[in-house]
């Protein structure tokens, strides 16, 4: 991975969505429900005031609208920070 997050910043590759039909109906990505989930890929060293918790392989909850989307080498990430996770699943 050549991406590195900085200060409390985490690295999530989200859980794909999951494909929905009704009646044979196939809807389209484009209609489908973000993730709220995903995995942590990549996590920053923290800040002074906030010590890094989360760990690379902690698989997450998050808020509908956290993070920045990005992509790299054609898979999407999020990256936010660590205090806009809500929950590890364990």
């Known amino acids: 991975m050549n991406i590195k997050p900085l200060a409390d910043r985490v690295l999530i590759l989200p859980a794909p969505a999951e494909e929905k039909t009704i009646g044979g109906i196939i809807i389209p990505d484009t209609a489908k429900e973000k993730p709220l989930k995903g995995e942590v890929v990549a996590v920053g060293q923290g800040t ?3 010590e890094m918790i989360l760990k690379v ?9 956290a993070g920045t989307e990005l992509e790299f080498d054609g898979t999407k990430y999020l990256i936010m920070r660590q205090s806009d996770v809500l929950a590890v699943l364990g």
């Open 48 to 50: 002074k005031d906030e």
């Open 57 to 65: 392989g902690d698989n997450v909850l998050y808020g509908k609208y």
